[in-house]
């Protein structure tokens, strides 16, 4: 799995090579790409994972034969996910720059820093972005959809090798399946955000951590730091996962405060290292090496943090009513681990440590995400839960547990499985994928589509769209530039709207298309017009 882990961010740091040298042409990536899987196929010897992976399956398949109940939970979640991920991309992030940016450095044939107030994430770390470069660049945002599943699929992996660690093979089950029972996740899952990107790292990093703790081999400590160094590439927010596993490092080392110390600067510097170029590029670009923190787009982000009394609630209500909840199994183990905590071995403190130091965090730190960005810290939940069940010792408790826990798991998955019910015409090719985008974007929300083809049609391929008004932009197909980051001497063709009017200089533009669904008129004076 570390090999896997290094292998996709070796494929995502020479994609950002790429974008800084502006070779963003598909031939390029596709080359790149097949040099990558080529060289990976003849050296995956040398990595010994071909024989895990073996094992696993050979593990799984064991895992069908003695708990088909879990296993079967297991197998519809996975198909949940994948039939959702091959649904046209609805999700409100995603359509704003997850995926647009990706587009817009594909359109520009590289990385570029896009000022204004639309796209100002631009020149923040951006793994995941990368991966769906690779993807956008081959195929559409069905194939980025898959990529964010299969971190789901490889964290799952981690969570069970994890879990196996501590407990026997029917709960490091339970483990995986309460990870994927997870509304949160299960929606994650089929949509191309990167949180379950950042979530596969940094469970891979705090495997390293125990392996370092374990063996004190330097080796390992460097790895989880490079780890989290991808994680925090992934999503800058990781960093407070660096203060977490600065804090395990200190405190269940045995060695020296001067060893301490050292390790501690290792692993810091190391979970900066991935990010260095985008810092550069953020530097050159604003001035600020971490824009746009520190700036009018979030000098008020996170202000009500700590405000009374949803600073205390906030860890309850991420349960329950949240818009994208977490699961409540969690909150009915928590009062088990205090029944177990006496017979639990002392490697597992680790894992319950990360686990309550994760939820202060995540308390303390802007949660515009909701429970999404408890994604991360999920996958050792699941393995805590999991310990603290199969440690209980009255039958009677045991059972009550096991059921308690079983139950929100088929309710949650019951749910996912009829909130999927909509993309069934779209993915079995009984709607087209125009008629699906057109019957549910918000496109009084900032969404958009050409869901009659009239733009496409209107607007030649090498013609350039100003836009006013737009937000969600994936789905714009044409060439455009944005009124937010438009500049002196840039040349268009057209001028387009939505939802808003035409500014007062651009008056004599007559008005050749407009649909009242999605809010767009198109404007036109037949000659290219410089701004």
């Not at 501590?166 to 994650?188: C, D, H, P, Q």
Request: with cysteine.
């Amino acid at each position: 799995m570390f090999a896997i882990a290094f292998l996709i961010g070796l494929y995502a740091n020479v994609l950002f090579l790429l974008g800084i040298a502006k070779l963003y042409q598909p031939s390029v990536i596709l080359g790149v790409t097949l040099v990558l899987i080529f060289f990976s196929i003849i050296f995956w010897g040398k990595f010994d994972e071909k024989g895990r992976m073996v094992d696993l399956y050979r593990e799984f398949r064991l895992l069908l034969r003695l708990y088909p109940f879990y296993s079967t939970l297991l197998i519809i979640s996975a198909g949940l996910v994948l039939f959702g991920a091959l649904a046209p991309e609805l999700s409100f992030d995603a359509l704003w720059y997850h995926l647009t940016l990706p587009k817009i450095f594909l359109m520009q044939n590289g990385i570029n820093y896009i000022p204004g107030g639309l796209f100002y994430y631009s020149t923040m770390p951006k793994l995941g972005e990368l991966l769906y470069v690779g993807a956008l660049s081959m195929s559409n945002e069905i194939l980025a959809k898959l990529i964010h599943a299969s971190f789901a699929f490889l964290t799952g992996i981690v969570i069970y090798i994890l879990a196996r660690k501590y407990t026997g093979r029917k709960y490091a089950l339970l483990a995986v399946v309460m990870f994927f029972s997870n509304i949160v996740v299960l929606w994650e899952a089929t949509i191309a955000y990167i949180d379950l990107i950042r979530t596969f790292f940094e469970v891979m990093s705090f495997w390293g951590l125990l392996a370092f703790l374990s063996t004190s081999k330097r080796k390992w400590l460097i790895e989880s730091g490079m780890l989290m160094g991808l994680a925090v590439e992934s999503k800058l927010v990781a960093l407070s996962t660096v203060v977490i596993m600065l804090l395990l490092l200190f405190h269940f080392q045995k060695s020296s405060y001067k060893k301490r110390l050292k390790d501690l600067s290792i692993f810091a510097l190391c979970s900066l290292i991935p990010s260095l170029g985008w810092f550069v590029l953020s530097y050159v670009s604003t001035d600020n090496p971490f824009y746009p923190l520190f700036t009018r787009y979030t000098i008020h982000f996170g202000q009500d943090t700590l405000a009374f009394p949803a600073f205390l609630l906030d860890p309850i209500t991420v349960f329950f009513s949240a818009a994208d909840p977490v699961s409540p199994i969690y909150l009915i183990i928590f009062p088990l681990f205090f029944v177990v905590h006496k017979r639990l071995h002392a490697n597992s403190a680790p894992v319950f440590v990360f686990a309550i130091l994760s939820l202060v965090v995540w308390t303390i730190t802007p949660k515009t995400g909701g429970g999404r960005f408890l994604v991360p810290y999920l996958p050792v939940f699941s393995v805590a839960a999991a310990i603290v069940i199969s440690q209980l010792k009255g039958k009677k408790l045991s059972q009550i547990s096991l059921i308690a826990v079983t139950l929100c798991m088929v309710l949650a998955i019951a749910y996912r499985g009829i909130a999927s019910l909509r993309y069934v015409p779209v993915v079995f090719g009984f709607e087209t994928r125009q008629h699906f985008l057109a019957t549910h974007l918000n496109y009084s929300f900032g969404d958009y589509s050409d869901i009659d083809g009239e733009v496409a049609r209107s607007v030649k391929p090498s013609s350039t769209i100003l836009l006013y008004g737009f937000h969600n932009l994936y789905y714009m197909n044409n060439n455009f530039i944005d009124a937010s980051w438009v500049q002196k001497g840039d040349r268009f063709e057209y001028i387009a709207t939505q939802n808003t009017s035409l500014p007062p200089r651009f008056r004599y533009w007559r008005p050749v298309y407009t649909n009242k669904t999605t809010g767009v008129t198109l404007y036109t004076i037949g000659t290219p017009w410089i701004y």
